[in-house]
């Protein structure tokens, strides 16, 4: 072979050499040329410098790689993180507006002289509940104009017997009690009055988050329901929509002071069944402590028609 052919062939082979790719008997082969060969060593130094550097600038951008990738998944951590944090700050702040609202309601819930006002509007017919309430006695005025104009006027008397308890199970609010009543009805043709029915009421002021016994209660409320401040009527509220207590999805109005329920939206939700069960929007306004005993004077019963 000629010393020519020998470099060219000794060259082509210096990229397979360098990375160590060819075998014992090319690489003494090769070595010995450049033992032998200035030109053959002067490139062979060269073309390792240069694939050496080469190496070094993919090494370069591979770890610039990767230090990108995980300065983004930093990114994505601290975003999760922030939204995590906003999570529970948000919720710690409905959980003790929720408390609060409750602390506040309680101290009218359990109040024994109250007037409590009740306006709802239901497919046309338009009612007025008036409630007063001093110690066992209860007065209960509905006047209701139907979608057709007619007015009636429901006038009861009543004197607690007992409340009736809640159970493991059920509980109500407000609670239920069973009342002895004198009942007055008015229409636009006649007057009856039916004397001394045994009944049983609810109409007590009524807490927006009642019945949320514990921790882990409060936590799920606090969680599916969205709580703004907002006003109603010139009063400071919370506009509270979502699951509000463990029994009911509504869309409320809360007064700030008192935790009292001052409007509910219509809603309509499914029972256990399947039923559609529809309750319709009311306001309610309250007052306490003006409840006297003049308000629980009957009327002249020789004016109304005694029914059975
Ligand atoms: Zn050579």
Known sequence: MKEKEKCKIVQDLFPNFIENLTNDETNK??????????????????????????????????????????????????????????????????????KDLNNKAEEYTSSTNYHRVIYTIDKGNYTKTEIFSLDDKKKIVSTTMSSDGKKKVVIMYGRKIETVPDTQYVKTN???????????????????????LDASVSVAPQGAFWGLDNIGQLIVCAITTSINKTTFDGEECYYVTGSTNILSNSTMYVNKDTGLVISVMASEFKDADGNILRIPGAEYRFEFGTVTEDDFIEPDISEYEIVE
Do not use: W
């Open 29 to 98: 082969f090769i070595e010995e040329h450049l033992e032998s060969c200035k030109d053959c060593k002067k490139v062979y130094e060269n073309m390792k410098k240069d694939l050496n550097v080469d190496n070094k600038t993919k090494e370069k951008k591979k770890v610039k790689f990767l230090k990108k990738y995980r300065n983004k998944l930093r990114v994505l951590e601290i975003i999760i993180l922030i939204i995590f944090i906003v999570f529970v700050i948000n919720t710690g702040r409905k959980i003790y507006i929720i």
């Open 174 to 196: 407000p609670p239920i009690e069973n009342y002895k009543q004198n009942i007055y009805i008015e229409t636009e043709t006649e007057k009856t009055a039916r004397l001394n």
